[in-house]
């Protein structure tokens, strides 16, 4: 069964702390991205990487951090540096241009709050 | 501008069609998206259209696409109350970057 995961689906954090959120896919995809979404304003590019080992600076990337050590992971780090972290977090993966649509497949979402 | 412009609710009675309206920024955009995302979940690929197309009919779904004002549109036929859900609409511009708008929430009264 192909798909995207990501834990945990709801993280509390206490300032100060940085926290890890996995985003796991087995769709053999070669990219792979992280929003940040808050009410009314639709999804916003943190990070995103277009194979193993580079990955690049979306718009609001201040305050994060990822890796992209294999091809089925890319974690994304919450550091202390970021002020305004409590969002919902959204993984995705994009279909290989081979196969015609250029499609992004989306995880399920990690809830993250400050406390 | 990279926005990509919704509007914000919509409200339709079981049954009835329900449209779904979408501007979009980039005319070089090579594809456009409708997702589907229900409360605290992930965005579900509803269906998607390539640039030189007009229409895409998949089932309960029409899409519509007017490029010369970069108009999209999403009919859904007979909305149910499990449509209720926030809609998105994506474009692509053929590089890495997803333009996103803010969601229209479609509220279907029983």
């Known amino acids: 069964d192909g798909g995207i995961t990501q834990s945990p689906k709801y993280l509390f954090r206490k300032e100060g702390q940085n926290v890890t959120l996995s985003c796991e896919q087995n769709?053999?995809?070669?990219?792979m991205y992280w929003y940040r979404q808050d009410p009314g304003q639709g999804l916003r590019l943190i990070y995103y990487?277009?194979?193993?080992?580079?990955?690049q600076k979306g718009d609001i990337a201040e305050g994060y951090s990822v890796s992209r050590e294999k091809k089925e992971s890319f974690p994304l780090t919450v550091t202390s540096a970021q002020k305004n972290p409590t969002a919902f977090y959204l993984c995705?993966?994009?279909?290989?241009?081979?196969?015609?649509?250029?499609?992004?497949?989306f995880g399920p979402g990690t809830r993250l709050t400050v406390l | 501008g990279e926005d990509v412009e919704q509007s914000l609710f919509l409200s339709v009675r079981e049954g009835d069609s329900s449209v779904i309206n979408c501007t979009y920024t980039?005319?070089?955009?090579?594809?456009l998206y409708w997702y589907k995302q229900e409360p605290g979940a992930g965005l579900q690929l509803l269906t998607y259209i390539f640039s030189n197309m007009d229409m895409k009919q998949d089932q309960r779904l029409t899409v519509l696409l007017n490029k010369k004002d970069k108009h999209l549109s999403l009919r859904i036929a007979d909305t149910q109350t499990g449509d209720s859900a926030i809609y998105f609409c994506?474009?692509?511009?053929?590089?890495?970057?997803?333009?996103f708008g803010t969601g229209t929430r479609l509220k279907v009264l029983a």
């Open positions: 990487s277009q194979i193993v080992n580079d990955f």
């Open positions: 980039d005319s070089s955009s090579t594809y």
């Open positions: 995705a993966s994009r279909a290989p241009l081979r196969l015609g649509t250029d499609t992004q497949y």
């Open positions: 769709l053999n995809h070669d990219a």
């Open positions: 994506a474009e692509f511009g053929g590089t890495y970057k997803y333009i």
